[in-house]
């Protein structure tokens, strides 16, 4: 495996979704190319720092408006 | 061949700790984790509940939309972003999956089909907005764009120089600039922690699809924190 066959496989590696040859030729890689080492590290390290990460919170009155919503039209579907 | 990356810039030993725990430098990379499965999240009596709720529990229901009310408002904000857009998509989500509630098979995990509805709304939406920009079926480009021509140290953990409202900000704003259908992948599968197949169930596309969309993503992704986190980055 080459460089570029490092960058299309990040996302399978990372997933643990290789199969075992291929894995093994994407880590002998690596051992020979801090570049690709390196590059595997950061996009984990991506992949990693996003997980269930806040990045919106519900608002307060947001909040308030979907359960009175929820309530209403909940109460008028059962009429 | 010569490295396709090109400049990697000051190597430093702490970096290639990282994320591999203190494993030796020489050490290539740890064995993968496959991705997390929604099921760490789900709780013990949530079947209790979806049966009550089916039964016309409202207070049963209710408690269910109370444990996943901000998920769901994260993953709509984060396919739409526009908050009037996120707020509508929650709302009709729910209604529905209460409506709906009946035909729930009980083989998956409530919060995943309720994730599924939702971003569907939350697509609906987004494609009104934007009907000339957002299609799940248009083919992907050339992969050039996301090719990284050079890797640069990002230091030992490197979040850790951001408070973190700013690390909010920055994340945030990085999923901002992503086109919808690669966000909308990346947001299933790598924020709220769907399986490959799960996402390419509620998105109606392929596996291969979603794999290809991830993979684009999260280089992406990697490209625009590296702005960041870099030594010396924009901090």
Redesign the interface.
């Given at each position: 495996m080459n460089c570029d066959g490092v960058i299309r496989s990040v996302s399978s590696y990372i997933d643990g979704e290789l199969g075992v040859a291929v894995r093994e030729e994407f880590e002998v890689h690596l051992k020979g190319c801090k570049g690709c080492t390196i590059f595997v590290q950061q996009t984990q390290f991506t992949v990693k720092i996003f997980y269930n990460a806040d990045l919106a919170d519900l608002p307060a009155e947001a909040r308030s408006r979907l359960h009175e919503t929820l309530r209403r039209r909940i109460g008028e579907s059962r009429k | 061949?010569a490295?396709?990356?090109?400049a990697?810039q000051s190597?430093q030993p702490g970096?290639?700790r990282?994320?591999?725990g203190n494993q030796a430098e020489?050490r290539?990379?740890s064995?993968?984790?496959?991705?997390?499965l929604p099921s760490t999240i789900a709780r013990e009596d949530e079947h209790l509940l979806v049966a009550a709720a089916k039964s016309g529990d409202?207070a049963a229901?209710?408690e269910l939309?109370n444990r996943y009310?901000?998920k769901i408002?994260?993953l709509t904000?984060?396919i739409t972003r526009n908050?009037e857009d996120?707020?509508d998509s929650?709302?009709d989500a729910?209604?529905k999956a209460?409506?709906h509630l009946g035909g729930f098979q009980e083989d998956s995990r409530f919060y995943t089909w309720l994730v599924r509805i939702a971003a569907n709304e939350a697509l609906m939406r987004l494609r009104k907005r934007r009907p000339n920009q957002f299609s799940l079926d248009e083919p992907i480009e050339s992969?050039d764009d996301v090719?990284?021509q050079e890797?640069e140290?990002?230091g030992p953990s490197?979040?850790q120089r951001y408070a973190q409202s700013e690390?909010?900000e920055i994340?945030?704003g990085a999923?901002d600039q992503l086109q919808p259908d690669f966000r909308v992948v990346?947001v299933l599968r790598?924020?709220?922690?769907l399986s490959?197949e799960e996402t390419a169930a509620a998105l109606e596309i392929s596996t291969a699809a979603v794999?290809s969309r991830?993979?684009r993503a999260?280089?992406k992704?990697?490209q625009k924190?590296?702005r960041y986190?870099r030594q010396g980055g924009a901090h």
């Open positions: - | 061949m490295c396709a990356i090109l990697v190597i970096l290639l990282y994320l591999a020489t290539t990379l064995t993968p984790n496959p991705h997390r409202a229901f209710e939309v009310e901000r408002f994260r904000m984060n908050r996120a707020e929650m709302q729910f209604m209460y409506s992969d090719i990284p890797i140290d990002w490197p979040e690390m909010r994340l945030s999923v990346f790598d924020v709220e922690g490959t794999k991830l993979l999260r280089l992704l990697r924190l590296q986190f």
